[in-house]
């Protein structure tokens, strides 16, 4: 999985397209003028509105789907080590986030790196320590 934005993102599309990569282990590409290269690789896309982000679009072999929601709360600057995160929740709206991100449903981890999926929002912690609040 890589991470990338539009050609021309906006300062805070680049940031937040590199702590998601940063949280889920992957690589974050400069996009410029480059095109995204089709095959097996899943290509994470900030989606833009309004000046800032505003979902993801996930591109994987010639498809697109699209994860809509707001960032309304950016934790503290963190350095993450490469673990794996699983979504906990549950529900319709956990699995949808499990699926989009290729990560296990586990409705009871309780620590380590984790994507809480609960009432309209989604929230990526480390350790207890949260690193992004989106509202879905």
């Known amino acids: 999985m890589r991470f990338t934005t539009s050609r021309r993102p906006s300062p805070r599309a680049r940031?937040?397209?590199r702590v998601l990569a940063n949280y889920f282990g992957a690589r974050y590409m400069t996009r410029g003028k480059?095109?995204?290269e089709d095959g097996d690789e899943v290509w994470m896309v900030v989606v833009e509105g309004s000046g800032g982000p505003?979902?993801?679009a996930r591109r994987s072999g010639g498809e697109e789907r699209i994860l809509r929601f707001s960032a309304v709360?950016?934790?503290g600057a963190?350095?993450?080590t490469r673990k794996r995160a699983a979504v906990v929740g549950s529900g319709k709206a956990a699995a949808e986030v499990a699926e989009f991100f290729g990560l296990d449903l586990s409705p009871t981890a309780s620590e380590g790196r984790l994507v809480r999926v609960q009432d309209g929002t989604i929230d990526l912690v480390d350790d207890g320590d949260l690193i992004l609040r989106l509202e879905i």
Request: net charge positive.
């Open 78 to 80: 963190k350095r993450l």
């Open 73 to 75: 709360q950016e934790g």
């Open 15 to 17: 940031r937040f397209g």
């Open 54 to 56: 505003a979902g993801l």
């Open 34 to 36: 480059s095109g995204l």
